[in-house]
């Protein structure tokens, strides 16, 4: 398949996210290839968020937040990153969500991905270099997001905090979502974490990298126990 195929694919395709429960999401088929694509995903989210941190030219609003925490508490980004996700998981027990098996691999796998990828990788010296890490860290972001979304293993902590909330109090997933990261953002800032031009460049860029990779890795899956209509996703994100 060509490059211009795929391009015209990831920007004329609907993208179909089944809403299902924790257990229907292991039951719709295909679970080998979504796993696979789930761990992957994962991973690479991981590898993404240290090639942002070595890049030292700004963060997205949650890791302001997670460094910040972490230059006060004095342990690895990655364990911030991984109690951040647990905690934020006590807010959808109001909410009445339940995690399903992808929002508890996210909550562990990104930030153990991180902290091996911070052993290994170094800051450039040189600001090419650190561009070259925040332009690279930006976009694989963008597609580590859409390979485990479109797993259909069910959202990140972070992000089901945002559907939850949107759902709850009737407002608009795009103000909730511009509440809570403005939040952390500014949180995370006062506690001294790297806001940055790639802080603005990752708020510009992430929506169009995610939508445009999404509808090509989006796995159709077919809920086994009821049936369901899919929700057009017109924007996504990851995290």
Do not use: C, K
Not at 9 to 18: A, E, I, K
Not at 97 to 108: A, F, I
Not at 167 to 180: F, N
Request: charged share 10%; hydrophobic share 50%; aromatic share 8%.
């Amino acid at each position: 398949m060509s490059p211009l195929h795929l391009a015209r694919r990831g920007l004329s395709r609907r993208v179909d996210l089944l809403p299902m429960t924790p257990l229907e999401q292991v039951r719709a088929g295909r679970f080998a290839h979504r796993f696979t694509q789930l761990i992957a995903g994962l991973v690479l989210y991981g590898v993404s968020m240290a090639m942002l941190l070595r890049s030292g030219l700004g963060l997205d609003p949650w890791d302001v937040f997670h460094q910040g925490v972490q230059t006060h508490w004095g342990v690895s980004f990655g364990t911030v990153v991984i109690v951040t996700s647990f905690v934020v998981l006590l807010f959808w027990i109001p909410l009445r969500q339940w995690p399903g098996l992808g929002t508890l691999l996210n909550s562990v796998l990104i930030g153990i991905a991180t902290d091996v990828t911070l052993r290994f990788l170094s800051a450039p010296e040189n600001l090419a270099g650190r561009w070259s890490l925040l332009i690279g860290g930006i976009v694989a972001n963008g597609l580590a997001g859409a390979l485990y979304i479109g797993s259909q293993f069910g959202p990140g902590p972070r992000d089901g905090l945002m559907t939850g909330l949107a759902r709850r109090t009737g407002r608009s997933i795009r103000l909730v979502r511009t509440t809570i990261e403005v939040t952390v953002l500014v949180l995370g800032w006062l506690l001294g974490g790297t806001v940055g031009v790639g802080t603005v460049l990752y708020a510009v860029g992430i929506g169009p990298i995610v939508q445009f990779f999404l509808p090509i890795l989006t796995v159709r899956v077919h809920p086994p126990t009821r049936v369901v209509v899919p929700a057009s996703v017109p924007e996504a994100s990851a995290g």
